[in-house]
């Protein structure tokens, strides 16, 4: 009869009742032919007779309790189980606590019981030998011969184990798995703090989350302190001593620059359109969107074609590494000064290697408009940066 499943005292941990599936308490009745799993019914279905599927009620059963000894006639199963929980929970030699916990004994019976029966009983202690004198029997019999290349292989493989649950560790801790949602609190920093959240990211593994986040955000205050500050003392030199005329300062400012953005967008378009009509044109046209009318008078086109206005270099990147030769050439031939750089690198080696380059040659290098490669193969012929194949 297994009995095991009826020492514990608390009544959640049986099984319940299939008549009723209330939880049982002890005695209970076990049903010896049906099975597996067991079918367990409490006393007041067992007396009415419960009957349910294959489970008959003329079925042999066995009563289930722990009301019974086991290792000495004062103790029953239940308390034996209660001691052994109680010494696992409160520790070997707190006996007070123990009886405590048993509320059926007391401390001396508690501490006797447990030193003759678990501690000093040479019946366990022959068990306990036997298991140790089996396993160990059976590890030698089992035992893997030593190889130092196999303990190589098996201390790599942990290393690598190691080195995945680190890194899985500092991906959870700052919030790295959903990547998207990471970057768009990013964007919520001015560039300054966005470009030092990007050099400090290969640090957060070093320092702890909260820490890398305090370190940004207090990076993020001082450099909108230092811009206020900034502001503060423009006002200062402006004569500004209260924020009502901050606020006019501020407007007035922002119409200005508006109005120099107008003028300088005005002298380019009067520096490279040579037609006074057309100019005209365009400046009514101008006013008419800035009035918030569609515009009336319609750009004048010419049939013949004119050529586009040079390009600014200005802020370009690798404008820096140009001569004034090459700047004036990307200027009229409308190419950004990197896109040049890599055309003229291509194009010195191809020469180096055939000791002479063609037009055709040149053409089938850069897929650019054969116009603009004939510009800078002639360019680069009179410059003797290269020479005719």
């Known amino acids: 009869m297994d009995r095991l499943g009826s020492f514990s005292n608390d009544p959640s941990d049986k099984p319940p009742c299939r008549g009723c599936s209330s939880y049982l308490m002890e005695p209970y009745i076990k049903c010896a032919e049906c099975g597996p799993p067991p079918f367990f019914l409490c006393l007041q279905c067992f007396t009415r007779g419960f009957e349910y599927k294959k489970h008959q009620s003329d079925h042999t059963y066995e009563?289930?309790?722990?009301?019974?000894?086991?290792?000495?006639?004062?103790?029953?199963?239940?308390?034996?189980?209660?001691?052994?929980?109680?010494?696992m929970d409160c520790g070997f030699g707190n006996w007070q606590d123990v009886a405590n916990q048993m509320c059926t004994k007391t401390k001396e019976e508690c501490e006797k019981h447990y030193m003759k029966h678990f501690i000093n009983n040479p019946l366990f202690a022959s068990t306990l030998l036997n298991l140790k004198q089996a396993e160990e029997a059976k590890t030698a019999d089992t035992a893997i011969p030593f190889h130092s290349l196999k303990m190589a292989v098996v201390d790599i493989y942990h290393s690598r184990l190691k080195e995945r649950q680190r890194r899985?560790?500092?991906?959870?801790?700052?919030?790295?798995?959903?990547?998207?949602?990471?970057?768009?609190?990013?964007?919520?920093?001015?560039?300054?703090?966005?470009?030092?959240?990007?050099t400090m990211r290969r640090f957060a593994r070093i320092v702890g989350p909260v820490e890398h986040d305090k370190f940004i955000e207090s990076h993020?205050?001082?450099?909108?302190?230092?811009?206020?500050?900034?502001?503060?003392?423009?006002?200062?030199?402006?004569?500004?001593t209260n924020f009502c005329s901050a606020r006019t300062y501020d407007h007035l400012k922002k119409t200005r620059e508006e109005e120099r953005l107008k003028r300088t967008m005005l002298s380019e378009v009067l520096q490279y359109i040579q037609d006074s009509s057309a100019c005209q044109q365009w400046l009514r046209r101008q006013a008419d969107i800035d009035s918030g009318l569609s515009p009336s008078i319609p750009m004048a086109s010419n049939s013949g074609r004119r050529s586009a206005p040079p390009l600014n270099l200005t802020g370009l990147p690798g404008t820096e590494k140009l001569n004034e030769k090459e700047k004036e050439l990307c200027q009229m031939v409308r190419l950004v000064p990197g896109a040049y750089l890599e055309y003229k690198s291509a194009l010195l080696n191809e020469?180096?290697?055939?000791?002479?380059?063609?037009?055709?040659?040149?053409?089938?290098?850069i897929k650019i408009d054969v116009n603009k490669t004939r510009k800078i193969y002639d360019f680069l012929i009179r410059e003797g940066y290269i020479t005719k194949g």
Request: hydrophobic share 40%.
């Open 63 to 87: 009563i289930m309790t722990s009301d019974f000894p086991v290792l000495d006639p004062s103790w029953t199963a239940q308390e034996e189980m209660a001691l052994l929980e109680a010494v």
């Open 168 to 198: 899985k560790k500092i991906i959870r801790d700052h919030g790295l798995i959903n990547l998207r949602k990471f970057q768009l609190m990013e964007r919520r920093y001015p560039k300054e703090v966005q470009d030092l959240y990007e």
């Open 220 to 240: 993020a205050l001082e450099f909108e302190l230092r811009r206020e500050i900034k502001r503060l003392q423009e006002y200062r030199t402006a004569g500004i």
């Open 351 to 365: 020469c180096n290697k055939q000791g002479g380059l063609r037009l055709a040659q040149a053409r089938a290098l």
